[in-house]
């Protein structure tokens, strides 16, 4: 069965910093990988995803990933955050087509 | 274009009531899911639609969980005799099926008291 970890329930980060936050999955069979952010209130929305091809992944609002097979992580950075940011992320894993397995999500929070 | 769209946004009903919780998925989507979300924790999957038949209902928590989608468009969840643990946010999502991207609405907080 496929699971998804997500080592930081918070992080913390002051504005203009770069931020990663972790993910990391277990599976036995190719995944596909997937990000998404959920403000307050909001439906959740997909900032990037792994399919097949270039294990580095650029997303909307200036995100990016980076799969990596060998330590089945596919950890989530941008280089410099906005107060805007400040919102929850969840990481998640899908075998096919459906079935989405999240993480616990991370909960971003950009100092001023 | 529209997205997914869910209502109520927020339901609050009694221990044992039973509710109904509605999904409009994205036009032309063929497939649509429903997940939960409780406080803290990711969204869970419960069921998968594909058109009008339930391809995969593995996550339903039990039989008091039912969901239908019978013009192969709006789905229902709907809760028999509900109970305080099923509090939560259930989302919905929908996607094309040859699109690996599944598109959320913003759920339905229900509130079991």
């Known amino acids: 069965a496929q699971s998804v970890t997500q080592l930081d329930s918070q992080v913390p980060v002051f504005e203009e910093a770069p931020v990663e936050l972790r993910c990391n999955y277990s599976s036995s069979v190719s995944v596909y990988l997937f990000w998404y952010v959920q403000y307050p209130n909001q439906g959740l929305q997909l900032l990037l995803k792994?399919?097949?091809?270039?294990?580095l992944v650029k997303g909307i609002n200036g995100f990016e990933a980076e799969f990596n097979k060998s330590q089945t992580s596919f950890h989530l950075r941008k280089p410099s955050v906005h107060i805007s940011d400040t919102a929850e992320y969840f990481c998640?894993?899908?075998?096919?087509?459906?079935?989405?397995?999240f993480g616990t999500g991370t909960r971003l929070k950009v100092l001023a | 274009g529209a997205g997914v769209s869910q209502t109520p946004s927020n339901k609050v009903t009694e221990k044992g009531k039973y509710v109904e919780l509605r999904c409009d998925p994205i036009s032309g989507h063929t497939a649509l899911y429903w997940y939960r979300q409780s406080l803290g924790q990711g969204p869970e999957f419960l069921i998968y639609f594909q058109g009008t038949g339930a391809a995969d209902d593995s996550g339903l928590p039990n039989d008091r969980f039912f969901a239908v989608r019978p013009e192969g468009s709006v789905s229902t969840l709907k809760i028999q005799r509900t109970e305080r643990g099923d509090s939560a946010v259930y989302l919905c999502?929908?996607?094309?099926?040859?699109?690996?991207?599944?598109?959320f609405g913003p759920g339905t907080r229900l509130t079991v008291t």
């Open positions: 792994y399919l097949s091809g270039s294990t």
């Open positions: 999502a929908s996607s094309n099926w040859t699109v690996h991207e599944q598109y």
């Open positions: 998640a894993v899908s075998v096919g087509t459906y079935k989405y397995i």
